[in-house]
């Protein structure tokens, strides 16, 4: 199982990014999917996830209103839209897949803890600096 995650790079404070995760062996339509984060220093923070199905979607209070999570199943790819970026989003971003129980092909409900996470792609540098 691979993830790959893309997107990242530097911006300016109040720039965009949109970040790209696909997965290449296997239907990430069926997974909950999350996108975390680690600053230098750090520990691993959850930003954002979105269930199975019904693509219900969650963030933390962080990146509220800022960012968006999405997906496209047809291209097995999620996204993280990122808009009115500052210096405290700097980090590396990873995107994870959190596999469903057996049989339960839609609304897998999202979760922000990182354990219950099964696949993780290899984070993408996101700086934000002016």
């Known amino acids: 199982v691979q993830l790959q995650a893309s997107g990242g790079g530097l911006v300016q404070p109040g720039g965009s990014l949109r970040l790209s995760c696909t997965a290449s062996d296997f239907t990430l339509g069926y997974y909950a999917m999350g996108w975390f984060r680690q600053a230098p220093g750090k520990v691993r923070e959850w930003v954002s996830c979105i269930s199975s199905g019904d693509e219900r979607t969650s963030y933390a209070d962080s990146v509220k209103g800022r960012f968006t999570i999405s997906r496209d199943n047809a291209k097995n790819t999620v996204y993280l839209q990122m808009n009115s970026l500052n210096p405290e989003d700097t980090a590396v971003y990873y995107c994870?897949?959190?596999?469903?129980?057996?049989?339960?092909?839609?609304?897998?409900?999202?979760?922000?803890?990182?354990?219950?996470?099964?696949?993780w792609g290899q984070g993408t540098q996101v700086t934000v600096s002016s």
């Open positions: 994870a897949a959190d596999a469903p129980p057996r049989g339960q092909w839609s609304g897998y409900v999202c979760t922000p803890q990182f354990y219950e996470y099964d696949f």
